[in-house]
């Protein structure tokens, strides 16, 4: 088997996401190569004519500790040979039940409930759907609309597109969605001559203020990334705006929402984000990192208050949302065995170190003429580039692949999401590399 083969048969039968596939084919400036993978270890992909990657955004963001884990593999070996899946409703298993009171423990118990589903924008659309529900079960009928930041993903189903505020991403799919409300972004890269991150956190959270002071009666939920927008281009924010919001929600009876599907499972130095402000949320979503970057699984958290708004005999007032494949025990293994590693190895301390190691690395790119707002929190790092050539993005990654490196910019913004199981000499190395290809990409 070779590279070619399999890139033709990809070509005709498989349509890939995120991407034209006339891209693909092409060989053009605007051109994106397609790469057969045939196994991976560690932080490495391998192809099918011996050439490596260093997966550098995890595999788009859900590998926390490399291919082929040795713990998490023997996990599933060991799941499979017990139960594989069984219907969740009427039926129960150790898997999920051991999975819910560990993330349950995570929030200090202060987020009791968790419904499971199988992906991100699922996770996203039964938050929006319980926090309407629950309001309408206690008898607040208007509460019918949400709140989103601008920047906001939130996933691309089009209930979720409702809260996503990506415009490639929603555009041609508008007339179908019936979409949130925008207020603006903390983004930290909007600060003004003088001002703080803090300040601008600020000023995100007075105009917050405002719409809520007018709105909160129709508004059942707002609906946040903590810390991090990562789709939209890894904008990073002040904790203070996860503090007023919190506050402000309270005041004005809307549920808020932390969606932390990406910035969630240590990603931002914490377990999760929104513990840096101290804050708890109504809903938490979580993804991605937590079944190691195994399986597909999310999980929606909540509290007390929403599950009693639901605990009642009649139906009709009950939770109404089911996937078939809800709480499927390899998945809720996989990501139990990804727990244990966080335990066993004292991930968030050991990340600490590797996080330094980050910024140390990636420091010289800081003076670069053409990068501005170099930014980190914990292990996720980014950098703009100051170009107006359309296809920056594109030639970044193809002079990234061909230095042995998987980056995928996000338009001018040229990010690092790595597994936490980088060496500091691949994190060095992909450093070294990401410069170079920079410096191809610019020419
Ligand atoms: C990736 C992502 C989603 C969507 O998750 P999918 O599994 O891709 O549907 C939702 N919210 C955030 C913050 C994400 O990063």
């Known amino acids: 088997m070779s590279n070619a083969d399999l890139l033709q048969r990809s070509l005709n039968a498989v349509w890939h996401p995120c991407t034209q596939m006339k891209q693909h084919a092409s060989r053009d400036d605007g051109s994106l190569p397609l790469i ?9 992909l391998y192809d099918f004519d011996g050439n490596r990657y260093l997966d550098a955004i995890s595999s788009w963001w859900v590998n926390l500790f490399g291919h082929a884990n040795p713990r998490i593999n023997a996990a599933l070996r060991e799941q499979l040979e017990q139960l594989e899946h069984v219907i969740l409703a009427g039926f129960t298993h150790q898997p999920v039940i051991e999975l819910s009171e560990r993330l349950s423990a995570l929030t200090d118990n202060a987020l009791g ?73 903390p983004d930290a ?87 840096q402000a101290g804050i708890k949320p109504d809903f938490l979503c979580v993804s991605k990192g937590i079944s190691g970057g195994y399986l597909p699984l999310s999980i929606v958290l909540t509290t007390d208050t929403v599950f009693a708004a639901f605990y009642d005999s009649a139906t009709a007032r009950g939770f109404l949302h089911s996937h078939s494949y809800t709480g499927n025990a390899l998945a809720c293994r996989a990501a ?26 990636l420091a010289p790119f800081g003076n670069h003429s053409r990068v501005k707002h170099l930014r980190q929190r914990g292990m996720i790092a980014a950098f703009d580039v100051i170009t107006d050539d359309p296809y920056f993005s594109r030639k970044f990654y193809r ?8 980056l995928r910019p996000i338009g001018s913004t040229v990010y690092f999401m790595p597994p936490y199981t980088i060496s500091n000499d691949e994190f060095a190395f992909l450093a070294q590399r990401a410069a170079e290809a920079l410096e191809a990409a610019l020419k």
């Open 36 to 44: 057969p993978i045939s196994r991976g270890q560690g932080v490495w």
């Open 189 to 275: 890269r909007q600060a003004k001559d003088g001002e703080t991150s803090e300040d601008v956190a600020r000023r995100a959270a007075a105009a917050l203020e405002k719409h809520l002071e007018q709105h909160h009666e129709s508004i059942a939920a707002l609906i946040v990334e903590p810390l991090i927008q990562c789709a939209s281009g890894m904008a990073m924010y002040d904790p203070e705006y996860l503090r007023l919001a919190r506050a402000l929600c309270d005041c004005y009876e809307v549920h808020l929402i932390c969606d932390e599907i990406a910035v969630g499972c240590g990603r931002t130095g914490t377990f999760f984000a929104h513990e």
């Open 336 to 361: 139990l065995a990804t727990l244990d590693i966080f335990k066993s190895d004292q991930v968030l301390d050991k990340n600490r170190e590797l996080s330094a190691h980050i910024g140390h690395c």
């Open 113 to 185: 409930h968790c419904f499971f589903a199988s992906d991100g924008a699922s996770a996203t659309e039964i938050a929006l759907k319980m926090s309407f529900h629950s309001w309408r079960n206690r008898g607040r009928d208007k509460k019918q609309d949400f709140l989103c930041l601008e920047g906001s993903y939130h996933g691309e189903t089009v209930g979720a597109l409702a809260v996503t505020d990506v415009a490639i991403f929603k555009e041609a799919y508008a007339p179908l969605v019936r979409s949130a409300r925008t207020v603006p972004s």
């Open 399 to 406: 002079e990234a692949l061909a230095r042995e490196i998987l």
